[in-house]
């Protein structure tokens, strides 16, 4: 499936200066870099409009989608550095969202409700929420968050026109080994919505616009049945996990999350935990909504994380550190577990010695007032230090609040834990009451990993306990209380008749003119001696296909990289009608269809190009083919487009 970024635009109706761009998209997080190309484009187009400080860029934070677009060098290693490719096309399609948001602009209504969805998550780090207080505890039934929230946009006419919906459930429902972009369960769940209302309309041209927004995120996982080994031969294997390090014998590599369909196919999982969020977000909008009227304001500033110091509710004065991280982030989640023989909960500096003795030849080894400051956590490794060839870590994050009408949305530059994330919504909550801005009537979300990636946010309780996202907070045991102390202090700015801008440190040194990349380019593609590209390798059955089953095509291929084709389709279904005449009725965006390139040979340039359509229970009967669009690169031209036809083929 495609990934798309959705937005959604609120301007107040007495005074339109005073909007807000909220922008959901199917990336893992929102970043820096990306974030600032996109606000100078949107800002020169839309001069006084659209802002640095009105626009939010969220991440749904799944999983499975292409990587290297973060300016920061440590998220980059994993994609081979950074993919100029990657940022530029979410970039492109971001504004053109943007862009197409601001055309459709009307007068409308908003509304807000609310639903329990079960099944959809659990707490991937259980022994670390019970180190938070029991009183607090006992304030919640869950240790994960199960409410999902959702503002409805309706026309004048009383029409949906689209949502906003806010349920915190990590993208990680397509595991690992998945190697095909997707959106994944958030990804999903936009689907299935839009898809019900306009079922005609090729995903991404619907006029309805579904946004699955993510919350606090940071503990939670769709794996909902647990975690266990899987370690054929061994005496543990298809037990659960230890619960306090999420080892199988020891180590971590054999524990794994298990989804709710994991045992029936790869993808099924996701469908279940988008379809969760879909039935969740149709409850609300069938139900009853409370009207969203008033103000419509946004603040934001910059927040220097590495050397924030500040005094805590009780009088103390406490500082945040410059970023690091600590030994259990190398031990991964029970989502995606780690390597060598690091593991989650264990916050000594002896599960794995021979780090101890190397890591400062990765990052600068810590000084012992970093040791002090990042204490109990275990430096792994020294990002904030680590400047080389540029920054592994941001020091300086976006701050930002969102506010319509009583709804205010905190925009978080990181994953907040279950009780981090309730925390933050209470005491902002409190403090916009408090202050004045609004009543008893305050209605206050998270949304995030947003604007900039900086890793994870848990309460300190939990940080002691060092599991994977504590080991991940990277500004130390006070990074909760810090965007606390300083969201409540820009509440004012929020008033109706507010003014002025807050105190704000520097903005971040950009980083992307400095990036490295070992990806490699497109150098040529071949065809096979006798064939060309399109020319079909393995054709469909002339037997009919029947719901259910799996129709496949493999083509001769080129590189995928030679041409995207954003708001476009590598494939297509195709059903004959009448007078002869096909119409499209499936693209690559369609979970049904699957689009796998495969290099054959890097000497001679040759590639195949499987496609998949699985044939959904109500297909209409009819004959039907499958088109394969690609683009090659010769070693010396220019790239050209090129079209590959399967046979007909019947569906009874």
């Known amino acids: ?235 543990w294997d ?125 990052t600068p080894l810590p000084s012992n007032e970093q040791k002090a400051c990042q204490s109990p956590k275990p430096i792994l490794l020294n990002t904030g230090f680590a400047h080389t060839p540029y920054e592994w870590s941001p020091s300086t994050v976006d701050v930002q609040m969102l506010r319509v009408g009583n709804f205010v949305m905190l925009i978080m530059p990181g994953e907040l834990t279950t009780m981090a994330g309730r925390r933050m919504r209470e005491a902002l909550r409190a403090k916009l009451i408090s202050s004045g801005v609004l009543g008893t009537d305050a209605y206050v979300v998270i949304a995030g990993p947003a604007n900039t990636y900086a890793h994870y946010v848990t309460t300190p309780e939990e940080y002691a306990v060092q599991r994977y996202e504590g080991a991940s907070t990277i500004f130390g045991q006070w990074t909760l209380d810090a965007y606390i102390e300083k969201y409540s202090s820009m509440v004012q700015f929020l008033v109706d008749n507010a003014s002025g801008s807050p105190t704000s440190d520097a903005p971040p040194a950009e980083q992307t003119s400095k990036a490295i990349s070992l990806q490699t380019g497109v150098v040529f593609d071949a065809a096979p001696i006798g064939k060309s590209f399109g020319s079909v390798l393995a054709d469909v059955n002339s037997t009919p296909y029947n719901a259910g089953d799996t129709v496949h095509v493999q083509f001769v291929g080129a590189n995928p990289r030679n041409n995207l084709r954003l708001e476009s389709t590598f494939l297509t279904v195709e059903q004959l009608v009448s007078g002869n005449q096909w119409k499209t009725v499936r693209t690559d965006s369609h979970p049904s269809t699957i689009y796998r390139w495969t290099r054959t040979s890097t000497i001679t340039g040759m590639s195949t190009v499987d496609i998949t359509w699985t044939i959904e229970s109500n297909t209409p009967a009819g004959s039907y083919r499958i088109r394969y669009f690609g683009d090659s690169k010769p070693l010396i031209g220019s790239i050209s487009s090129f079209t590959g036809t399967s046979g007909t083929f019947t569906v009874t």
């Open 1 to 235: 499936m495609r990934q798309r970024s959705r937005a959604f635009i609120v301007a107040e109706a007495s005074n339109t200066q005073n909007r807000i761009v909220f922008i959901n998209a199917d990336i893992a997080m929102g970043d820096t870099g990306v974030r600032r190309s996109i606000v100078d484009q949107l800002s020169t187009q839309f001069p006084g409009l659209y802002t640095n400080d009105n626009i939010a860029f969220v991440g749904t934070h799944q999983h499975s989608g292409v990587g290297g677009y973060l300016e920061n060098l440590l998220p980059q290693i994993t994609s081979l550095g950074y993919v100029k490719q990657t940022a530029d096309a979410i970039v492109a399609g971001t504004v053109l969202a943007v862009q197409r948001a601001h055309a459709g602009l009307a007068p409308g209504r908003l509304s807000l409700g609310n639903t329990t969805i079960l099944d959809a998550n659990i707490n991937r780090s259980p022994n670390a929420y019970l180190a938070n207080p029991a009183s607090e505890r006992a304030m919640y039934q869950f240790d994960q968050d199960k409410d999902m929230t959702l503002l409805r946009f309706d026309d004048n006419s009383g029409n949906a026109r689209g949502f906003l919906s806010f349920f915190a459930v990590h993208g990680t429902s397509l595991y690992e080994n998945n190697t095909l972009v997707s959106s994944d369960n958030k990804g999903m769940a936009a689907y299935l919505y839009e898809s019900l209302i306009e079922p005609d309309a090729a995903p991404g041209n619907t006029t309805f616009t579904a946004g699955f927004t993510q919350s606090n995120v940071g503990d939670t996982s769709p794996n909902t049945l647990g975690a266990f080994c899987e370690s054929p031969g061994e005496e």
């Open 238 to 362: 298809g037990q659960p996990c230890d619960p306090v390090h999420a080892t199988c014998g020891g180590t971590v590599e054999d524990c794994h999350g298990r989804g709710p369909g994991f045992r029936i196919s790869d993808f099924e999982s996701n469908r279940i935990i988008g379809d969760l969020q879909f039935q969740g977000a149709q409850k609300i909008m069938s139900g009853q909504l409370t009207p969203v009227s008033g103000t419509v304001k946004s603040v934001h500033a910059y927040l220097d994380m590495a050397t924030h110091k500040f005094t805590l509710p009780n009088g103390t004065l406490v500082s945040t550190c410059p970023a690091a991280m600590g030994f259990s982030f190398a031990g991964g989640t029970t989502d995606g577990p780690g390597a060598f023989d690091f593991v989650q909960g264990d916050n000594s500096t002896t599960q794995n010695p021979f780090w101890e003795l190397v890591k400062g030849a990765v």
